[in-house]
């Protein structure tokens, strides 16, 4: 169904990006022991991202953009010739820096946080994996209708379908929980049979519809 030949990790992008996988597994675990407040905090998300005082923030941010730039300009600009003022040429330019922020607050969300926990994770998790040249090691990852093998060299394990609790996606990686704790950080450059876009589903489905008590 899937075959993953595993390669060197030696993608700069996966720094990030595994942070950010593990952040996703940490807010799921959250959601999952305390839904009440979630979904408390859902609503208060969604009400500060569409409600109507979003339009009137944005506004806001661009009259304040508008107001510093020119207060900079107006202030930086004269004390730039003869005779120069130093504190005054510090005060344009901070105001035209603090114009421009105001003017990226207006244009653009704030992206969630990644804890530094997942950050130091994902460092652990990514520095084990490229302590080891894959290039040589002759390591698969193969998902048929049973469940996953893992196999190097001649070492394998089997994992059945209903041992695998999640899957988190990024651009370029699935994080993969099973077996209580284990993870496995797969490569979507690695899948070398079977559609990438139906992966996490498809896996997610069986491991459901396989689920061990």
């Known amino acids: 169904m899937f075959l993953f030949q595993i390669s060197n990790y030696d993608d700069p992008a996966l720094d ?8 996703q597994r940490l807010e799921a675990h959250s959601r999952s022991a305390l839904p009440g407040l979630w979904k408390v905090t859902d609503r208060m998300n969604a009400y500060a991202k569409e ?13 304040y953009a508008v107001v510093l730039f020119a207060l900079g300009i107006f202030v ?17 330019a901070a ?5 421009l922020l105001e003017l990226f607050l207006a244009r653009n969300e ?7 926990s997942c950050k130091k994770e994902a460092e652990k998790l990514l520095q084990g994996r490229r302590a080891i040249d894959w290039n040589h090691a002759e390591a698969k990852v193969a998902f048929d ?32 929980l099973y077996s209580g704790e284990k993870a496995l950080l797969l490569q979507k450059k690695d899948l070398v049979s079977g559609e990438a876009a139906s992966f996490a589903a498809r896996i997610l489905e069986k491991s459901k519809g396989n689920k061990v008590e």
């Open 110 to 116: 704030k992206a969630a946080a990644v804890p530094a």
């Open 95 to 99: 105001a035209i820096i603090a114009g």
């Open 16 to 23: 990030a990006e595994a942070a950010e996988l593990l952040r």
């Open 51 to 63: 409600g109507p005082g979003r339009v009137k923030r944005q506004g806001r941010y661009r009259v």
């Open 145 to 176: 209708e049973t469940g996953m093998t893992i196999s190097s060299g001649e070492k394998r394990e089997a994992v059945p379908y209903g041992q695998i609790s999640e899957v988190f996606e990024s651009e370029h990686l699935w994080l993969l």
């Open 76 to 92: 930086l600009v004269p004390d730039l010739v003869e005779p120069r003022n130093p504190a005054l040429i510090f005060a344009g």
